[in-house]
């Protein structure tokens, strides 16, 4: 699904930009269709950086990205929005959920940007609010849902594309333990659905979760491991 060869990043700073950071130093690594991966590293490692490329936000300074078979590294801006739409789910820390808008509504809108019509839209978001256990809540607007019900609607829009990638940036990092627990089961039965999932997170208890952990340190992959990941039957 995902073939990274020597990635770089490098911003410029501060006056004629003459401070250098190397965010990404030539990382290089493979991700399988239906691989569960958690991404770890401290703050500054380069994290967010890799996502924004792995996620068709950003391009690389040098270095090749294919995803499915397709060189993003070469994608004019549009070709980008096509392949972001198309092929990715993205779950945030915030959820990002429009406030005044219903669950259902906010599962629609990225069918909405495809340019689907409504009767489709709709049959498509309730397929989706289903595949979270939320389709008794499509009326709901964000503040009448708990923070845990929230998450499960922004995976429900990441999921109404019908993507083969989901990015997940901290996905519980505004949740509280148990409910945490329930948005990473979640995530556990995307991937056993075939799914390829990765996510990033600060915290091991969540990281176990996953079946693959690659820890990043100022730019580069220092530990890159496979775990028995703790998917429990049901
Ligand atoms: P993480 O997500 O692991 O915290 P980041 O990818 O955000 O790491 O950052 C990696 C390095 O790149 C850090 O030193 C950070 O300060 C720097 N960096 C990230 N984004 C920018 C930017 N837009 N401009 C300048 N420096 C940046
Ligand atoms: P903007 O407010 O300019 O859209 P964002 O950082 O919110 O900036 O998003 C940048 C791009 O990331 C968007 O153009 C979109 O393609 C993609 N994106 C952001 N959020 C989502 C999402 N929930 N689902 C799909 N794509 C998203």
């Given amino acids: 699904m995902i073939e990274a ?101 906010n599962v629609e809108l990225p069918l909405v940007y495809a340019g689907v019509g409504s009767r489709e839209r709709r049959e498509r978001a309730m397929d989706s609010l289903g595949r979270v256990g939320l389709a008794g809540r499509w009326a709901h607007t964000p503040s009448e849902l708990s923070g845990g019900q929230q998450q499960r609607v922004a995976i429900a829009r990441a999921l109404v594309n019908r993507p083969e990638l989901v990015l997940a940036d901290e996905p519980t990092g505004a949740l509280d333990t148990a409910t945490s627990e329930e948005v990473m089961r979640l995530l556990g039965e995307l991937h056993r659905q075939g799914m390829t999932v990765v996510l990033v997170t600060h915290e091991h208890d969540i990281a176990e979760w996953a079946l693959r952990r690659m820890v990043f340190r ?14 429990h039957p049901q």
Avoid: W
């Fill in 5 to 105: 060869r020597e990635l770089t990043k490098t911003y410029r700073m501060g006056q004629d930009e003459a401070t250098v950071v190397h965010a990404l130093r030539g990382v290089s690594f493979d991700i399988g269709a239906g691989e569960f991966v958690a991404i770890m590293g401290a703050s500054g490692s380069g994290k967010s950086t890799l996502m924004n490329i792995l996620g068709c936000l950003d391009q690389p300074g040098t270095g090749s990205y294919r995803l499915a078979g397709e060189n993003v590294e070469t994608m004019t801006p549009d070709q980008l929005a096509a392949v972001r739409n198309r092929r990715i789910g993205f779950v945030f820390q915030q959820f990002n959920l429009l406030p005044r808008t219903s669950a259902l509504e």
């Fill in 218 to 231: 100022d730019g580069e992959v220092i530990d890159d491991s496979r775990q028995p990941g703790r998917m």
